[in-house]
């Protein structure tokens, strides 16, 4: 089945404590993308690739890591979490930058205290 | 800057057609896309225009107006399934910047 998968689906995890969420998609997709999303803003991109070893910064990266050592995998990073990071995250994919219709994981809520 | 203008909040009853519009200030603009998200899912692709004028996928239709920069989504003959929030997103060169979503609530 032709996926997104993102692990963990819930954390809560405390301030300072470095994690990382991992992304992995099964369709040979070029552009893989991070976004957050909270109440009443929508989604926003935090950080996209356009294949290995090519990522670039969103409209939100501060706070954020990524990488793109392999084409279907794209994990983010936190190096210092801060309460102002908890948030619903979306993993997605598309097949190359061209190609509009992206794919979305089914999200982690990463809750810091 | 860049920012997205679209209603928050949309009511309508089953069998209606309701249009949700989308108004946009970007640097560049390559397209504009619309998504679907059900309470708890993962948002879902609905359509993507480039080129002005209509974009139709069954119920489903889509306009843009770029000497405008606005475009609606409409949705017809409205199912109570069609309950959800629902947001347009501009493709700014390689990035994608999202609206802040329209909640649809569709009633019997």
């Known amino acids: 089945e032709a996926q997104v998968t993102q692990n963990p689906r819930y954390l809560i995890t405390v301030t300072g404590k470095k994690l990382t969420v991992t992304c992995s998609q099964n369709?040979?997709?070029?552009?893989m993308s991070w976004y957050r999303q909270d109440p009443g803003l929508g989604l926003r991109q935090i950080y996209y690739s356009m294949n290995v070893e090519v990522t670039d910064k969103g409209d939100v990266p501060e706070g954020y890591k990524v990488s793109r050592k392999e084409k279907r995998n794209f994990p983010l990073i936190l190096e210092s979490p801060s309460p102002n990071q908890t948030s619903l995250y979306f993993c997605?994919?598309?097949?190359?930058?061209?190609?509009?219709?992206?794919?979305f994981g089914p999200g982690t809520r990463l809750t810091v205290t | 800057g860049q920012s997205l203008e679209q209603p928050s909040e949309v009511t309508a009853v089953e069998g209606a057609i309701v249009q949700i519009n989308c108004t946009y200030q970007?640097?560049?603009?390559?397209?504009l896309s619309w998504y679907q998200q059900h309470d708890g899912g993962a948002p879902t692709f609905l359509s993507y225009n480039a080129l002005d004028g209509l974009e139709e996928t069954g119920r489903f239709s889509s306009f843009l107006s770029r000497s405008d920069s606005y475009g609606y989504l409409l949705l017809q003959e409205l199912q109570m399934k069609d309950s959800a929030s629902y947001f347009c997103?501009?493709?700014?060169?390689?990035?994608?910047?999202f609206g802040t979503g329209t909640r649809l609530q569709v009633f019997p």
């Open positions: 970007t640097s560049g603009f390559y397209g």
């Open positions: 997605a994919s598309s097949l190359n930058r061209g190609r509009h219709e992206q794919y």
């Open positions: 369709m040979n997709h070029e552009y």
């Open positions: 997103a501009v493709h700014n060169t390689d990035k994608l910047i």
